[in-house]
């Protein structure tokens, strides 16, 4: 029986639209996402060497599969233009049977 194929979704968060948009189409050349998705701006809130700031960003979204995980993630941190950028994936445990396939078809290597 074939393993079945776990989807997930990654959530970053940049600087600029200039690099929210580097950051999804260099993903998106190298198929290690089908679809990434940018919001922005948006209000950041957080503490960085001791100091509580609030910055404007944008956030991407990356639909692809557990199986790219670690290329994105490697991608990101060689791209990304923060010391220590947020990188968060989260399971998708239910969506379009189409879709899926789709994002499958999209982050082959």
Known sequence: MPEAIQYIAVTTTTDSEESARHLAATAIERRLAACAQIDGPITSVYQWQ????????????????????????????????????????????????????????????
């Open 50 to 109: 001791r100091k509580i700031r609030t910055d404007t960003e944008w956030r991407l979204h990356y639909k692809t599969t557990e199986a790219r995980y670690a290329e994105l993630e490697a991608h990101l941190k060689a791209e990304h233009p923060y010391d220590v950028p947020e990188i968060i994936a989260t399971p998708i445990t239910a969506g379009s049977a189409d879709y899926l396939a789709w994002v499958r078809r999209e982050t082959r290597s």
